[in-house]
């Protein structure tokens, strides 16, 4: 079958289309004809290797090994002897390591029906973003109706869904984005939007999602109520060795010591529980992943590049 696979780090020249051989389904897992692949911050950081101190940790060197890509959709053609909640001829949506290729195999777990109101393309885009909205707003922001909330990055792969997600839990939702995508997060339920590129950031908010990473601690506090909630989500800045490992996991909860401010990295934990949780927003209709770019599996080196430039609008996608 053919991956996009890499031998080295680097830029996404190292990614390469190949012929490799075809996974099997263990006992506990699940093999996927792959329609279509969601293209994130993971597998940028794969690629580069960077920050670099993630090259010590076994669980980088584990998925390293596998072709790129992690989000997935596509139709199931084999299940292992203990998989019953999906069969052959399902279609799905998940992760699982090495999406960026005709076949993948991953835990039955992370493996949940598609709704029938997507297509594969907006189903790729919805599970590792999804999951990170979900938890940013539900279980770090905590947020209850009426929460005044702000999203920065509101038209990006996390930030399109933090804004839905936050709105079905009832919030009062601030955008933050371009000129380009205001209207599209306007569309997605926005109460009010900011053009970062025109006006400055001003005002108090019970919490804020940062999904850019670009903004010092000290700006985001005093854009945050006294008792407010900052949710960090990605780490990225900082050099090649640590990129915003200091300020998302060490600085910002040890400032959080000394201020009744919350300040919290958003660490997404992939649940199968919070897959159908996530999946039921969008069976209601309240939520809706967006997908900005596809690009043709021969074609993920350049779905990365335009990832890397730090302007899509919603998720970029892999079709297969």
Do not use: C
Request: aromatic share 4%.
């Amino acid at each position: 079958m053919k991956a996009i696979v890499q031998d080295r780090y680097g830029t996404a020249d190292v990614l390469q289309l190949q012929e490799v051989p075809e996974p099997t389904a263990g006992d506990d897992e699940v093999r996927i004809q792959v329609r279509a692949a969601g293209a994130g911050p993971d597998v940028w950081h794969l690629m580069t290797g960077l920050p670099r101190f993630a090259r010590l940790m076994p669980e980088f060197q584990r998925m390293r090994r596998h072709p790129r890509g992690r989000d997935v959709a596509g139709v199931v053609d084999a299940v292992g002897a203990n998989v019953t909640h999906v069969a052959p001829g399902d279609e799905v949506l998940g992760i699982v390591e090495g999406s960026f290729a005709e076949r993948a195999v991953g835990r039955a777990a992370l493996v949940v029906p598609k709704p029938a109101r997507l297509s594969f393309e907006e189903a790729a885009a919805a599970p590792i973003s999804g999951l990170t909205a979900l938890q940013a707003i539900r279980d770090v922001v905590r947020v209850e109706p009426g929460m005044r909330v702000l999203v920065i990055g509101a038209g990006g792969g996390v930030g399109t869904l933090a804004v839905q997600v936050a709105k079905a839990f009832g919030a009062h939702v601030t955008g933050v984005a371009s000129t380009s995508k205001l209207a599209l997060v306007r569309s997605l339920g926005a109460d009010e939007v900011i053009d970062y590129t025109r006006e400055a950031l001003a005002g108090r908010w019970d919490a804020i999602v940062d999904t850019a990473g670009r903004r010092p601690l000290r700006v985001l506090r005093r854009l945050l109520a006294p008792t407010g909630t900052l949710a960090i989500v990605g780490g990225d800045g900082g050099g090649k060795w640590t990129g915003g490992f200091f300020r998302q996991i060490l600085r910002a909860p040890l400032l959080s010591l000394v201020t009744r401010q919350r300040l919290r990295p958003v660490i997404a934990k992939e649940t199968g529980e919070d897959l159908r949780a996530l999946v039921g927003l969008i069976e209601q209709g309240a939520v809706t992943p967006v997908v900005g770019r596809t690009y043709p599996l021969v074609d993920a080196a350049e779905a990365v590049r335009y990832l890397e430039r730090g302007h899509a609008l919603g998720k970029v996608v892999v079709t297969v």
